[in-house]
């Protein structure tokens, strides 16, 4: 079984900060991906990584598999950036996904 | 843009009753997914599911739980006797490729609840 931590659990920036939010893996994987779910439950995919870097707008993510670690920043964070921040796994051995908790957001303007 | 539906929205039923959770995944997609979220806590795979047969399924996904794609188009989840237990919320995902190589797409959710 993969356990996936992310931290910090919660975060509360100004608007315009710098946030990273970090993701830990306990397994070799073979895939992760970081997903945004709203305040209202919605899930939306934001990145899937294997290897490197990946930038969309003011997100980047990046992936270190040889530490099992995964971070995602945002650049000049917006109160629209509020949400929980989810890390999830994809393990080849086991064929499924695992979840992380979650990194709740709250950019203050 | 293409989207992943689920209906219904908000499913409330009888401990013990069979529920139908339904899933309308993005038309050129291959695989299926669902995940269940119990309130308050992570989210959690339930099944994956290509080339109309199970390719994966959790220990959660139990003999009460069982999925079919009937008719091309739809995607369902039952759950045959529904414990207390079950009220979750439930989402449905599809990719166009192999979870390592694509990203998932995911519907707005089921939320169900047993009485």
């Known amino acids: 079984k993969n356990e996936v931590e992310q931290s910090p659990q919660n975060l509360t920036a100004q608007e315009g900060e710098f946030i990273t939010i970090n993701c830990s893996y306990s397994v070799g994987i073979s895939a992760l991906h970081w997903l945004q779910q709203h305040p209202g439950g919605g899930i939306v995919s934001l990145f899937m990584l294997s290897s490197g870097k990946k930038k969309h707008g003011r997100l980047i993510a990046t992936i270190n598999i040889q530490e099992k670690h995964s971070s995602l920043h945002i650049t000049a964070s917006h109160p629209r950036d509020s949400a929980v921040y989810i890390c999830?796994?994809?393990?080849?051995?086991?064929?499924?996904?695992?979840f992380g908790t979650g990194t709740s957001l709250t950019v203050i303007p | 843009e293409p989207e992943v539906t689920q209906t219904p929205s908000h499913q409330v039923t009888q401990m013990g009753q069979e529920v139908i959770l339904r899933c309308v995944p993005i038309?050129?997609?291959?695989?299926f997914y669902w995940y269940r979220q119990i309130l308050g806590q992570k989210v959690e795979f339930l099944v994956s599911f290509y080339n109309n047969e199970i390719s994966e399924k959790s220990e959660i996904f139990d003999d009460q739980f069982s999925v079919e794609r009937p008719d091309g188009s739809n995607f369902t989840l039952k759950i045959r006797s529904t414990k207390l237990e079950d009220s979750a919320m439930y989402f449905c995902a599809s990719s166009e490729d192999h979870p390592e190589a694509a990203e998932q797409f995911f519907g707005p959710g089921t939320r169900l609840t047993v009485l």
């Open positions: 999830a796994v994809y393990w080849r051995s086991g064929n499924q996904f695992y």
């Open positions: 038309s050129n997609h291959l695989y």
